[in-house]
């Protein structure tokens, strides 16, 4: 076999395992590889973005979307520290990405050269795979073990390249490693489907915990529910596996989830967790008999003192539950919570039609369900965002993209560049609360230069409302979460983009079908005022805090900062 540059070889590796493109920027630590990537731009983009943060989140965003691997690209130093918020989001949210970070030269490896640091160490607690490449030969086959370890542990895997290596030549005709990655399969046991069998027919109050896990067993899910008379309660993550109005569905559960959510879940007397991790224990019962479907053994248990685990594929654990189950016919509890939710629905429908002024965010998302399509990708962002999006934009088919675990802001914007890549037929929203977007904002100039045709929804109330509202509610007075205003429509067309600016509600309707009509990116930029996300249960101890604040507050400025009291006596006890 002839030799070759090894970035001709890696890229060839990189195409074979399905790779469309690269997040990244050019720099002086891996000028070799741009170099081959510009040699075969017609078989593999690279996307050039304005921030290494941004190649990260939107590496980790087509992976979470895709299954794909998600690929990044950074020079050393500077470059891979700019990774690292992106490659924590993969790791917390599972999502196989691979980072290639280059180094110094070889021979300046170990010098304290410029712009080396230990990057083996700074990338030791999130990759799963983390390996410094010493020779141009070991390169491919470290490759194909670093995506098949990507994948194998839905993970990060990290390469660190001296940028010399990438320019030497070799001839690659020996392999010690396959371009292939062989995905286990995995089902519980007749035995253990005969003890779920026992503990469900015993239950009178099943109730049902879905997360992303169960994505591709929307079916298989209802259908279970339907036999065994269970309501379905969704984490933020499963936003998605079943509409969002299904009759079954209570909606999300947690500090942003509804209130029959919540008193159903106290209420259960078996709770079945199907593909998810839900980690806020408080929201979760007690003393309750509780299964778990899940298709790694190692999360069986590990954030809930479960009775029984079935390790297995959700769509086909539930397929054959259903077969061994006996049909429930005491559907009082279920009808019970269907009747709750709703009279919460309608709650919900008079805050999001309200046509008063200042605008709100359910009103925003009122107008954004009239727009929004079938099959459409919606990244939303983390902070009183995530409340709104969740609560009030109920789908149907929609996607949902977030960073989960580690909530990090600023994940709109490369969720929404990454996901348009990925799916260029669909329609791609993004929402973000100003605070979020203001992080990565430099980077809807990467979405004017690709022609991706994203719509980016700013809620903007010129604060960082989350954290005012936590200050709030712990009874501090709030401290530097003003974030001052900023016209991000105007920045919109200052990068070449379009920009909305909207302020009134007579303006809400008619700019936002505006907006989706263009084939550009745009930003729409709606001012509303600031709103406390208040949960679909508050607590009494929530309350005094919150009141605790009002006192500060009126005692120190003379003003009275009354939440919705109307709203907020209603999710009380």
Same mark, same amino acid.
């Given at each position: 076999?002839?030799?070759?540059?090894?970035?001709?070889?890696?890229?060839?590796?990189?195409?074979?395992? !399905?790779?469309?493109?690269?997040?990244?920027?050019?720099?002086?630590?891996?000028?070799?590889?741009?170099?081959?990537?510009?040699?075969?731009?017609?078989?593999?983009? /690279?996307?050039?973005?304005?921030?290494?943060?941004? $190649? &990260?989140?939107?590496?980790?965003?087509?992976?979470?979307?895709?299954?794909?691997?998600?690929?990044?690209?950074?020079?050393?130093?500077?470059?891979?520290?700019?990774?690292?918020?992106?490659?924590?989001?993969?790791?917390?949210?599972?999502?196989?990405?691979?980072?290639?970070?280059?180094?110094?030269?070889?021979?300046?490896?170990?010098?304290?050269?410029?712009?080396?640091?230990?990057?083996?160490?700074?990338?030791?607690?999130?990759?799963?795979?983390?390996?410094?490449?010493?020779?141009?030969?070991?390169?491919?086959?470290?490759?194909?073990?670093?995506?098949?370890?990507?994948?194998?542990?839905?993970?990060? &895997?990290?390469?660190? =390249?001296? +940028?010399?290596?990438?320019?030497?030549?070799?001839?690659?005709? @020996?392999?010690?490693? #396959?371009? #292939?990655?062989?995905?286990?399969?995995?089902?519980?046991?007749?035995?253990?489907?005969?003890?779920?069998?026992?503990?469900?027919?015993?239950?009178?109050?099943?109730?049902?915990?879905?997360?992303?896990?169960?994505?591709?067993?929307?079916?298989?899910?209802?259908?279970?529910?339907?036999?065994?008379? #269970?309501?379905?309660?969704?984490?933020?993550?499963?936003? !998605?596996?079943?509409?969002?109005?299904?009759?079954?569905?209570?909606?999300?559960?947690?500090?942003?989830?509804?209130?029959?959510?919540?008193? $159903?879940?106290?209420?259960?007397?078996?709770?079945?967790?199907?593909?998810?991790?839900?980690?806020?224990?408080?929201?979760?019962?007690?003393?309750?008999?509780?299964?778990?479907?899940?298709?790694?053994?190692?999360?069986?248990?590990?954030?809930?003192?479960?009775?029984?685990?079935?390790?297995?594929?959700?769509?086909?654990?539930?397929?054959?539950?259903?077969?061994?189950?006996?049909?429930?016919?005491?559907?009082?509890?279920?009808?019970?919570?269907?009747?709750?939710?709703?009279?919460?629905? =309608?709650?919900?429908?008079?805050?999001?039609?309200?046509?008063?002024?200042?605008?709100?965010?359910?009103?925003?998302?009122?107008?954004?369900?009239?727009?929004?399509?079938?099959?459409? @990708?919606? #990244?939303? +962002?983390?902070?009183?965002?995530?409340?709104?999006?969740?609560?009030?934009?109920? /789908?149907?088919?929609?996607?949902?993209?977030?960073?989960?675990?580690?909530?990090?802001?600023?994940?709109?914007?490369?969720?929404?560049? $990454?996901?348009?890549?990925?799916?260029?037929?669909?329609?791609?929203?993004?929402?973000?609360?100003?605070?979020?977007?203001?992080?990565?904002?430099?980077?809807?100039?990467?979405?004017?230069?690709?022609?991706?045709?994203?719509?980016?929804?700013?809620? *903007?109330?010129?604060?960082? $409302?989350?954290?005012?509202?936590? %200050?709030?509610?712990?009874?501090?007075?709030?401290?530097?979460?003003?974030?001052?205003?900023?016209? /991000?429509?105007?920045?919109?067309?200052?990068?070449?983009?379009?920009?909305?600016?909207?302020?009134?509600?007579?303006?809400?309707?008619?700019?936002?079908?505006?907006? /989706?009509?263009? *084939?550009?990116?745009?930003?729409?930029?709606?001012?509303?005022? +600031?709103?406390?996300?208040?949960?679909?249960?508050?607590?009494? %101890? &929530?309350?005094?805090?919150? &009141?605790?604040?009002?006192?500060?507050?009126?005692?120190?400025?003379?003003?009275? +900062?009354?939440?919705?009291?109307?709203?907020?006596?209603?999710?009380?006890?």
């Amino acid at each position: 076999m002839a030799e070759q540059r090894t970035g001709q070889i890696l890229i060839d590796l990189l195409i074979n395992w !399905g790779v469309p493109h690269v997040y990244g920027l050019p720099g002086d630590s891996i000028n070799e590889l741009i170099e081959d990537l510009r040699k075969r731009k017609e078989d593999i983009d /690279f996307i050039q973005v304005r921030h290494e943060e941004t $190649a &990260s989140l939107a590496a980790a965003a087509h992976a979470k979307l895709t299954g794909e691997l998600g690929v990044c690209l950074s020079i050393a130093g500077p470059g891979g520290i700019h990774l690292l918020n992106g490659l924590y989001d993969a790791k917390s949210d599972k999502a196989p990405v691979l980072a290639i970070v280059g180094q110094v030269n070889s021979e300046e490896v170990g010098t304290g050269a410029f712009q080396e640091i230990n990057l083996e160490k700074m990338f030791d607690d999130v990759a799963v795979f983390n390996k410094r490449v010493q020779t141009e030969k070991q390169l491919p086959d470290l490759m194909n073990q670093a995506i098949r370890e990507a994948f194998t542990h839905k993970g990060v &895997s990290v390469l660190v =390249v001296p +940028d010399d290596l990438f320019g030497k030549k070799h001839s690659y005709d @020996v392999k010690l490693t #396959s371009s #292939s990655y062989y995905r286990p399969e995995i089902s519980p046991q007749d035995k253990h489907l005969e003890e779920a069998k026992s503990l469900i027919e015993k239950a009178e109050k099943p109730l049902i915990l879905a997360g992303q896990g169960a994505a591709n067993a929307r079916t298989e899910l209802i259908s279970f529910a339907e036999k065994i008379k #269970s309501p379905i309660i969704l984490s933020l993550l499963g936003k !998605g596996v079943l509409p969002d109005h299904h009759p079954y569905c209570l909606g999300q559960h947690g500090q942003l989830g509804t209130k029959p959510a919540y008193h $159903a879940m106290k209420e259960c007397d078996l709770l079945l967790l199907v593909g998810t991790q839900f980690p806020y224990r408080e929201f979760l019962p007690d003393h309750v008999t509780a299964i778990q479907i899940d298709n790694k053994p190692d999360h069986l248990g590990k954030y809930y003192p479960i009775t029984l685990g079935l390790a297995g594929d959700a769509k086909e654990t539930l397929e054959s539950l259903a077969y061994y189950v006996e049909e429930n016919n005491n559907a009082a509890f279920l009808e019970k919570y269907q009747s709750k939710m709703k009279k919460w629905s =309608v709650a919900l429908q008079e805050d999001k039609r309200s046509s008063e002024d200042p605008l709100h965010a359910p009103q925003v998302m009122y107008h954004l369900e009239e727009v929004m399509k079938p099959q459409a @990708v919606v #990244s939303a +962002d983390v902070g009183n965002v995530t409340v709104w999006v969740s609560r009030f934009l109920p /789908f149907v088919d929609q996607r949902f993209l977030i960073s989960g675990w580690l909530a990090t802001m600023g994940s709109g914007l490369p969720g929404a560049i $990454a996901a348009q890549l990925a799916h260029p037929d669909r329609q791609v929203i993004g929402i973000s609360g100003d605070g979020g977007f203001s992080m990565v904002m430099q980077d809807f100039a990467t979405a004017v230069q690709y022609e991706l045709p994203i719509k980016m929804v700013v809620l *903007n109330n010129s604060k960082i $409302a989350m954290i005012k509202y936590e %200050q709030e509610q712990m009874g501090h007075l709030n401290y530097k979460t003003d974030m001052g205003d900023v016209d /991000f429509a105007k920045f919109a067309e200052a990068c070449g983009g379009e920009g909305y600016r909207i302020e009134t509600h007579e303006e809400l309707s008619t700019k936002m079908k505006q907006a /989706f009509l263009s *084939n550009k990116p745009a930003i729409i930029d709606v001012v509303i005022e +600031d709103q406390a996300p208040l949960p679909g249960h508050i607590d009494y %101890q &929530s309350a005094a805090n919150f &009141s605790k604040y009002i006192i500060k507050n009126f005692f120190e400025s003379g003003d009275l +900062d009354l939440p919705d009291m109307k709203t907020a006596v209603k999710r009380l006890q």
